[in-house]
């Protein structure tokens, strides 16, 4: 039932295509940005926290399909500040579906394809070049990484953007951490300090989104020494971070304190 | 019953966050919005919920659509928790919000009621039908295919209201439907809304600022002034006993002394010259209709324009307590 919807949003957008071309590419170099800062870095040193150029841009390329993915699907939520400020959002609790889902539905930015894109383009030359351990399993995980990827990274972003029904204005907080971990999910975990290691791994898991499985696709242990089967561990901290998401999202539903009149 | 609440109540934390116009010195401060309401509603009722600004109105309203969480109080609504049960609920109520749309800005009107239909899911035969009705007692055909964004207020209302109607609930909340609507407007969409709920049984709730709203609809007026109901009863017995007389407003070709005195105006209490005579009011009790007071002044003087005006629902609050709100 939100298809006639969605439907109805992308039309729009492709009633322009010189426009939505340009979206797309500017999409394309915001992600790109982050290719180009990686490759300077290797201009310089030639190994980033232990990993070569090729094994960091492959962390690079799925963390950013799962982020674009996850962007494409849950950005929606950037618009959830205007919905509470302006009451607009009375109008989805009356309706008989989901609030959440209603307000990811409400439109479809397919100019984010554009990070994909760019993250699927980095992907195919790094599979040419970087040192993987080819199995079947490494296929499985190459094509599931970003998808659970953009299923860990939507939930880190519902949890936050919730904070909104607290402070309405808490979109700077949110973005702290959505765009934050566009940064954080992109290179080895060994280049953070030490507590940011452990944040990033226990408590807000970014390191599952690619740094991890891309450890398994590599064939390599944790240099941090944790247990090999945290590298095939992010499909089951996918399923609890959405599950702490949606706990955080009802209870801020709950907490909704409408607008004015 | 279909609206069961007793002890109602929500309490807003003020302060920091700008929730209400001002902030308390002290820091933050818990308020009572709706401070323990009881309300029985019974299926097929017409209830007019009155109150001024910042009564309790829409808070309460929002409670009982499940939008808002009641902090204290038993509230079941068609025989469900609202707060546990919101979309359950929402297959059963229609609620239309004046100040706000519950269509889809950028489609077509038409378009907006296929969504509503596939939100609801409702069987095809049944939709046309209801649409075909609504479309035809609201007028809405010739904006149908126009987008949302491009109708009056008076249009998209009608628009509103219909899809609110959509999946026969058997409950329709409208929050102030009829405000900043001209007349027309208003008296078209009170029309069908006693239609709806005379014909098809269908309960209406419905908050407003607007008397004659509740004159033309509802059998039953609850006040609410400061969260609380301050009464509870029939519509005649209500106005009877405390709305303040209503004021005819005559515009003059020339002035007209002759209407000076009162003579063979009867139920006028009150007149006033205005403009130099070209002005005149007159407040006159419910013993008298206008018409029979603009016929009267008409066969004195020639009337240019007229304008009637009600005794505000602010104005029957305060005749209620029979003194001035606290100021703040």
């Known amino acids: 039932m939100y298809r006639p919807l969605l439907a109805s949003r992308v039309r729009g957008q492709l009633a322009y295509p010189l426009s939505f071309g340009l979206d797309v590419l500017a999409q394309g170099i915001g992600q790109a940005i982050e290719l180009v800062v990686i490759l300077v870095l290797f201009g310089r040193v030639t190994s980033l926290g232990g990993f070569s150029a090729d094994e960091v841009l492959l962390i690079y390329a799925l963390a950013g399909i799962s982020f674009g993915l996850a962007d494409l699907v849950v950005g929606q939520l950037d618009e959830l500040p205007r919905w509470i400020r302006t009451g607009e959002l009375d109008v989805l609790m009356v309706r008989p579906l989901p609030v959440l889902a209603q307000l990811v539905t409400a439109d479809l930015q397919l100019r984010r394809l554009g990070r994909v894109l760019v993250g699927v383009a980095v992907l195919a030359v790094v599979l040419t070049r970087a040192p993987i351990a080819w199995s079947p399993l490494t296929v499985v995980l190459l094509v599931v990484t970003p998808l659970v990827g953009a299923v860990i990274i939507g939930a880190i972003w519902v949890a936050t953007c919730a904070v909104s029904f607290w402070v309405i204005e808490g979109r700077e907080l949110a973005n702290a951490f959505t765009y934050g971990s566009s940064l954080s999910t992109a290179y080895p975990l060994t280049v953070f300090a030490p507590w940011l290691r452990r944040l990033l791994t226990f408590v807000v898991p970014a390191a599952f989104v690619a740094y991890y499985p891309v450890l398994a696709i590599l064939g390599r242990p944790d240099p941090l020494g944790l247990p090999a089967g945290v590298r095939y561990a992010a499909p089951l901290v996918a399923v609890a971070a959405v599950a702490v998401a949606a706990l955080i999202w009802r209870a801020a539903v709950r907490h909704y304190q409408g607008a004015g009149s | ?328």
């Open chain 2, 1 to 328: 019953m279909i609206v069961h609440a007793e002890g109602l109540r929500r309490e807003f934390v003020l302060g920091r966050r700008r929730m209400l116009r001002r902030t308390p010195p002290g820091g933050r401060r818990r308020v009572a919005a709706v401070d323990g309401i009881d309300l029985r509603i019974d299926a097929g009722e017409a209830v007019g919920f009155l109150g001024p600004n910042g009564a309790g109105k829409s808070t309460t309203i929002k409670m009982l659509t499940g939008i808002l969480v009641p902090t204290a109080g038993q509230l079941r609504v068609c025989g469900l928790d609202p707060v546990t049960q919101r979309r359950e609920l929402a297959r059963r109520i229609g609620v239309v919000f004046g100040q706000r749309s519950g269509l889809w800005w950028d489609l077509p009107l038409a378009d907006s009621f296929a969504l509503v239909r596939a939100i609801h899911r409702v069987p095809e035969a049944a939709y046309r039908a209801r649409l075909d009705r609504c479309v035809d007692v609201l007028g809405l055909s010739e904006f149908l295919a126009t987008p949302v964004r491009q109708l009056s207020l008076g249009q998209r209302m009608r628009g509103e209201i219909t899809a609110a109607l959509l999946h026969a609930p058997p409950l329709l909340v409208l929050d102030e439907p009829t405000v900043g609507l001209d007349l027309v407007s208003k008296e078209r969409l009170r029309a069908f809304l006693r239609e709806v709920n005379a014909q098809d049984g269908v309960t209406v709730l419905l908050t407003t600022h607007d008397l004659p709203d509740v004159e033309r609809l509802c059998r039953r007026v609850v006040v609410i002034d400061r969260g609380r109901v301050v009464a509870d009863s029939d519509l005649d017995a209500l106005r009877t006993r405390f709305a303040g007389p209503r004021e005819l407003v005559v515009d003059l070709v020339t002035p007209a002394p002759e209407l000076d005195g009162l003579d063979g105006l009867p139920g006028v209490t009150g007149t006033a010259a205005e403009a130099g005579g070209l002005r005149r009011r007159f407040a006159f009790g419910p013993e008298t209709s206008a018409a029979s007071l603009v016929a009267e002044v008409a066969r004195r003087a020639e009337i240019r324009d007229i304008t009637v005006l009600e005794p505000s629902i602010e104005d029957v609050v305060r005749t209620f307590y029979g003194a001035p709100r606290p100021a703040g």
